[in-house]
């Protein structure tokens, strides 16, 4: 490819301008697009500034939300027009390094987790904001690093790689159209991982990350929507350097 685009803290496929949208404070290197064969610095008129961020497709609003860290503990919000980012108006809360984004079910986007020293998060919100989905029982509450995915095939966002305040490491939660669910079987993944989605095979596959005792480790693991399975093992060196977006 040509024009290669800096080390960015945030990427997510834009669907309505079938585009990857990606994102660093601008001091850093700032706006990005990826039409498939080479990488284009953007010039917006808005130039969101952050520490860090997080971003996902907003299927509602038909546009890539990029949420930022700005101050402290507080995250500003803003969409992408496919040539401007839009601020919105409200804050987020409670999220710090390592939190996630994902589309949802109900076509809006969750955030969740992060960890801001001293303070591990247990924060999920939904934007809009709004009440979230029937609780069926459940309430998610990921602190410290979270990884998210949507899963169009089963219609469910599936959480996991976190440590979660009521259930232990590890736990993978989902959330489809009756609201969220644990998933107690199985082995559950390890920690600190990114993920993509196989919509060839309708499986969600998770690279490296750290196992109970934080040792780097080169494992594929793959989700197929009831139970975690081992699939191959590469060079943990490798799988450090991979940052996966939709």
Do not use: C
């Not at 585009?19 to 284009?40: A, E, H, N, V």
């Not at 401007?84 to 987790?113: K, N």
């Not at 960890?115 to 919100?125: E, H, I, L, M």
């Amino acid at each position: 490819t040509s024009n290669a685009a800096p080390d960015l803290d945030a990427l997510a496929f834009d669907t309505g301008h079938d585009r990857f949208i990606g994102w660093r404070d601008p001091f850093f290197g700032g706006t990005w697009s990826f039409d498939g064969l080479s990488w284009q610095q953007m010039a917006p008129s808005v130039v969101p500034a952050g520490s860090s961020g997080v971003m996902a497709w907003h299927e509602n609003l038909q546009r890539v939300l990029l949420v930022v860290q700005s101050f402290g503990n507080m995250r500003r919000v803003y969409s992408w027009t496919g040539l401007d980012w839009q601020a919105e108006s409200g804050l987020l809360f409670g999220f710090g390094v390592g939190s996630s984004a994902a589309a949802t079910p109900q076509g809006d986007v969750v955030v969740s987790g992060g960890f801001a020293f001293p303070f591990n998060y247990g924060s999920t919100w939904f934007w809009p904001p709004a009440p979230p989905p029937p609780p069926n029982g459940v309430t998610p509450l990921l602190r410290k690093v979270s990884h998210s995915w949507y899963d169009p095939v089963r219609r469910r966002t599936v959480l996991t790689s976190a440590a979660d305040m009521a259930n232990g490491n590890r736990t993978t939660i989902y959330l489809d159209v009756n609201g969220w669910h644990y998933d107690r079987g199985g082995r559950r993944p390890w920690s600190t991982a990114p993920m993509a989605y196989d919509s060839w095979r309708g499986r969600l596959l998770q690279f490296g990350g750290l196992k109970w005792n934080d040792a780097e480790h080169g494992e594929v693991w793959q989700f197929d929507g009831s139970e975690w399975s081992f699939v191959d093992s590469m060079p943990s060196w490798a799988l450090s350097l991979i940052h996966i977006s939709e």
